[in-house]
Each structure stands twice: as C-alpha cells, then as structure tokens.
C-alpha cells in the first residue's frame, strides 16, 4: 500500500574486523548466548542489525541479498510472502555470523483474512471475537513467513478528524488497554518463538492520537497527569502482556520528539515499566528530527535516537552512516549501540528464529501453491466477528430487519465497494475476496425478494479530495469517479427506490479517508451523498442507512432523515454477508460505540469520561452561564457505549452488597438485566465509577468493567461485578498512583449516559 522509495538504501559501511570466535555457547542461555555471539561481531555487523528496510517491488533484490550477506540489515518489512523472504534468509545464513533476518508487516486487522477495522472491533466489546481475530492474523502471517507486526496500534483517540482513528480502539482508556492485552496475546498466541506466532509490537509510543487539531504528525502537548492517567495506560497494558516490540510514535510530546525523549524510551518504558523489548522508530523518523528541530543535521539525529533507546531505525540510514562517527568522536559510547543491537538480537531470539531461521518460511515445497487461495482464509470466523462489530444506532418503526421477500433498492457509493470493505491497512488482504454489501444481500436473499441496485452518488463531487485520496499511498487509484452526471446517478436511484418498498443507502466515506495523513475538517458524509441521501428521503419510501467510515460522522440531519441506521465501519473480507445477516435479522445486533459521535465537528472533544468542571451544562437551562456551545444542543449525538438492538433490554434492581469499601475488601454491583422484547440478544452491560470528591479534579464517570451477555427472549438474569480499591485508583498531582477515601457514584448502564446509579464510600 505504501510507497517505497530507494533514496539511499544501500551504506557502505567501514571496514570489516573480524573478530575471533568464541567458545559456543548452549542457545538454551539466552544472556549467554547473545553476550557470545555480540563479543564476535564488528563494529559493522552490529550497527547492520539496527537497520530495518522496507522492501519494494522496484527494489533490485540481487543488492538487498548481497547486503544482508554483508551482515548490513537486520530485517525488512512489506516483504510478506516465503518465496520472497526466503533468499533473504539465504542470504543471511551466508553472513559471517549467521544471523537471521527477520520479517516485518503492518497485520493490524487480518493479514490475508481481512478482519474488521480495530475500531469496528472495539465496538463488538468481545474480547472472544477480538483475540480470534488477532489469532487469525497471527496464523496467517505466520504461515506467510512474517515474524513480527507493528500493531496492536493503541493509541487513545478522542479527535475523529485525525484519520488514524480507524486503526485504533476508540477514546476510553479502559476498554483500549483491555484490547490491548487481548490482541498482543492473539498475536504471541503460545509465544512469540511459536510456528504460528508473530511478535506484538504497540504502538505508536506514545500518545499519537492526541496530535493537535486530529492533524496528522501535529505536536502532542499534554499535562503528565492526564498523559498518565488517561493516554499511556493502554501501550503499558500491552506491555504488561508481554510485547515483544514497541514502535515509536512520530509526534512530539510536549516539545520533544518521542524518536529523541530519553524519559519517554529510558526512565519510563525501560525503567518504571521495564520493558525489556526491541524498540523500532517509525518510518524515516530519526531523519525527522532534523525537520522537527532538535537536530542540527542527520549525525545529531542519529545521536540523540541511540541515546533515547531507539534500538532500530526504519528506512532511513541515519545509523549506519553516523554511528560508527558519533563512536570514534566519543559523543556516543560502544554501551549505546550494544544496548540496541541487544535488544534486535533478543527479539530474533524470542521470535525462534536463532534456533530456526526458517520457522515461519518453511521448506519451498510446502509453499502454498497459490498465496490467494480461498483455502487461506478463514471466511467464517471472518463473518462471524464482524457481525458482532456492527452497531445499530437507530431503527425507527422496526424498519430493520428487513424481509428477505421485499423489494430493496440498495443503493450508495460503497454498495458494491470491494476495497473500501476492507479500511484501510489491510495488509495482504485482496479486495478481489471482498463480500460487498451487494453480494452479501444478493446471497442472502436468494431468489425470494428483488435487489434492485443503484449507485446513486460518487464518494465525493470534490475534485480536489478525489485527487488526494487517489494521490495516497495506494497502488491504483481507487476511488472511481462515476462519469455520469450527480444528477443522472440521483435520478436513477430515486427511480430505484420508486419501485421498491424499502431503501438501503450504503453510504459514508471511502476507507482512504480514513487512513494515515487523513485527516478532515468537517465529519460530514461528503455533500454528493448528502444529496442522494435528501432525494431518497422525498420518496417517502422507508430509508436504511449503512454507513461505511473509520471515524465517528456528524450525522446530524441523516439520523432524522433515516428511519434506521447501521454502522458498519469498513467489516472485512466478509463484510458484505456479515451486514446482510444483521439486515435482514439473521444475527442480531449486539455492538456498542467505542467513541462518542459528535453533532458537529465544533463539538470536539466529545469523549465521555471529561474531568468535572464548576459550571457545568444544566439541561433546559439555555443561557444560564454553563459550560455549553450557545448555537446548538449541548451533548453527543451518540453517547459513548450506544448501541441498540433488535430486542429490548430493562435494568432494574441495582444493588451494591454494602455502602463502604476498605483498602483490602471488595464490593458487589449488581443490576437485573431483562430481554424484554421478543427476540433472543446480547448486550453489553456497562460498569462506570465515578470519585466525586478527590486531590484532583476527576472524570465525570470512567468505565471500569463490563460484560457482553446474550440473553433468550424473555430472560432475565443478575449480572454481578466486582470492585475493589484498584479500580478507584489514580494517579494524583505528584504521579502518585492511589485511591482516595471518600464517596464513589457507582452506575450501570447499556451505554454511558442511560444509566442507574448507587454510591458507596472507600473508608
Ligand atoms: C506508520 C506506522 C507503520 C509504518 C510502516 C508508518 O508510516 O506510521 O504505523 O507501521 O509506516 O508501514
């Protein structure tokens, strides 16, 4: 998907001296081991296996080989099949010292199985669903002869304009860091060094998804406090679930570049975290420090990466031009570039690859004969998770689901859209194998109803955005200009919905608009389709809106104009059959919102779990010197947690087992929660806290638990969570990380606003 570029690939390093081989020692000792093996290398071959490249079709494989057999790289990336990598592995068992490569890939939400986009995971709230997804890639990268992947990508989003959005799990620390740790377990799966494990690498360290204004690689500038409390919980939680790598974010942090921050990448993440893993920069950013400002030129860049702890440098040449300078001059010691050439050499140790540098490439003749077969993917589990990622956020007049004898007219720029299925980052996945939304209606109605299609709109009329998207990394361009006319496709989709009892518009953004340097402005669906969606809505026939998109829109008008709407995110190869199960009632909805949707764009910041301010917002009370915006309804359009379903859901008899709390004990919450309605669902049942008085000002509520229940038709069934004193804890004015006494608002809902509430007090 990237473009890859050539500029300076190849260094020729300083002479070779070769060192005496050592006594060998046992692999089993890992210290050992590696301390032997370093004591062997030159100068040369150590700063090699801190160079990680990125490999391109143009590249001209012959040098690449002759230079990993120099021992001058230590991995690649984007190289992800076995008969690629395998000559580079030849070539590195060439190498004087035999050490193996390893492979590198962006698998962040499948690999040849495209999953649901992480956000569309978060919104399943399924950690089942979410570790099966992230096992599925792990297998299937695996089986592709990758070793490691640069995700989970866990970076809290509370600013949708900012495109990253899409790779990430939503804005609440909670519900981040939980899959943060499901999906680097996922990956290592019986560990890093297994057959068919890949190696977790989180990222972006840290604190990306707070860059200023949601503008791409912008600055971060945040209170210690709430970067604490709010933002580096879920990169710890991955850690604490034993990350192999962590990739370094681009931004700064309040005026140091995180590629430079020696506290960011020593004290914290080594010291206090103790993290003992293979710390990778991202792409080009030891180069970027020059543009950020805190370097003179590329030798002061080099030397202020290896200071902080940036172990390998991705696509830039930095290292290997500079270090073996910086060394002779002494403004860096042997210790700083021992350290990091450590750290990649105990990665390709846990990774299995010194006991095997073939573990994930195989022999030649078990390759897969064809590296697309459908017999690669794994289609079911596909479906399956994706549909539990939809999130139905109105359904007026139980317009859904639909009857699979009607006449549909489906319509929209992403009904028949096999790329934008499967978002952005969609490592190996091909669009080819994508179930669009019009394929998967088509399969499920067999021959019993009519389909009637209609593209109705273009992504967008914007002459200047359809450049961008098609200008981006991708290959093709893929966001197809229709050639006729706006009001030719209107008018042939009014016709359609004419004819038809119902109207299903598949509508929202192309996934290259959410994406890596995408940010927007507005979060509107783009006018073109705004169009559409006003002319479908004067035919007075009923309107199911199937919204496409990686960030929360402002769908202000569209929620009145619609009678029900689905959020479908961009679902996957099996996207297409998982909406139609949930259209057409053969799944029932069951996804919640893990951010929340704002009215406008002005709203922003929207997330829920806000600190409490002294004049807050007082509903009905326009005017009255409140915090609120004056020119519109004040609160979400869509609260953090929403999410409907086809049944009902009642809570009733919330209950605490007891109105205090001590330092040792713990508390009971318990609500009822009934299937009310006429259908058998799952709900997620939401645990918030609330420390109404503290040294601190604290957040309105935080989600501190909760639980994904199905219940039958009817039933009802108690649902127990249990609190202790380390989920009142925070960290105060001095990074102390404590509890306070005092009173606590205890509240469980189905979403974070709706709520009941109880208080208890922590003596
Ligand atoms: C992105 C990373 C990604 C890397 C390699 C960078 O532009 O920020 O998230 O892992 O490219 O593809």
Partial sequence: MKKLCLLGLFVSLASHQVLAATTPVPLENKDAFISNLMNQMTLDEKIGQLRLISIGPEMPRELIRKEIAAGNIGGTFNSITRPENRPMQDAAMRSRLKIPMFFAYDVIHGHRTIFPIPLALASS???????????????????DSLDITFAPMVDISRDPRWGRTSEGFGEDTYLVSRIAG???????????????????????????????????????????????????????????????????????????????????????????????????????????????????DGREAAKLAIKAGIDMSMNDTLYGKELPGLLKSGEIEQQDIDNAVREVLAAKYDMGLFKDPYLRIGKAEDDPADTYAESRLHRADAREVARRSLVLLKNQNETLPLKKTAKIALVGPLAKAPIDMMGSWAAAGRPAQSVTLFDGMNAAMADKATLIYARGASITSDRKVLDYLNFLNFDAPEVVDDPRSAQVLIDEAVKAAKDADVVVAAVGESRGMSHESSSRTDLNIPASQRELIKALKATGKPLVLVLMNGRPLSILEEKDQADAILETWFSGTEG????????????????????????????????????????????????????????????????????????????????????????????????????????????????????????????????????????????????????????LKFYNAQLKYAAEPGKFNVQIGLDSQDVTQQSFELL
């Fill in 125 to 143: 709230w399924d950690m089942d669903a979410i570790g099966l997804s992230g096992r599925i890639a792990a297998k299937e990268a695996a089986a």
């Fill in 182 to 296: 499901v999906m680097v377990k996922a990956f290592q799966g019986a560990g890093a060094n297994a057959a068919d494990s890949i190696m977790a690498s989180v990222k972006h360290f840290a604190l990306y998804g707070a860059v200023e204004g949601g503008r791409d690689y912008n600055v971060v500038d945040m209170s210690p406090v709430k970067m604490y409390q709010d933002y580096l919980p879920p990169y710890r939680a991955a850690i604490d679930a034993g990350a192999g790598g962590v990739m370094v974010a681009l931004n700064s942090i309040n005026g140091v570049p995180a590629t430079a921050d020696t506290w960011l990448m020593n004290d914290l993440l080594r010291k206090d975290w103790g993290f003992k893993g293979l710390a990778v920069s991202d792409h080009g950013a030891i180069f970027e420090l020059i543009k950020h400002g805190v370097a003179r």
């Fill in 576 to 727: 297409g059959n998982a909406i139609a199960d949930v259209l057409f009632g053969d799944y029932n909805p069951s996804g919640k919102l893990p951010l929340t949707f704002p009215r406008s764009v002005g709203q922003i910041p929207t997330y829920y779990n806000h600190l409490s301010i002294g004049r807050p917002f007082t509903p009905g009370k326009p005017g009255n010197y409140t915090s609120q915006y004056f020119d519109d309804t004040t609160g979400p359009l869509f609260p953090f947690g929403y999410g409907l379903s086809y049944t009902d859901f009642a809570l009733s008899d919330m209950a605490l087992s007891s109105t205090t709390l001590n330092a040792t004990g713990k508390l009971d919450a318990s609500v009822m929660v009934k299937n009310t309605g006429k259908r058998d669902g799952e709900t997620v049942v939401q645990l918030y806290i609330q420390d109404v008085t503290g040294s601190m000002i604290r957040p309105v509520k935080e989600l501190k638990n909760f639980q994904k229940i199905l219940l039958k038709a009817g039933e009802q069934k108690v649902v127990h969570f249990t609190i202790s004193e380390d989920d």
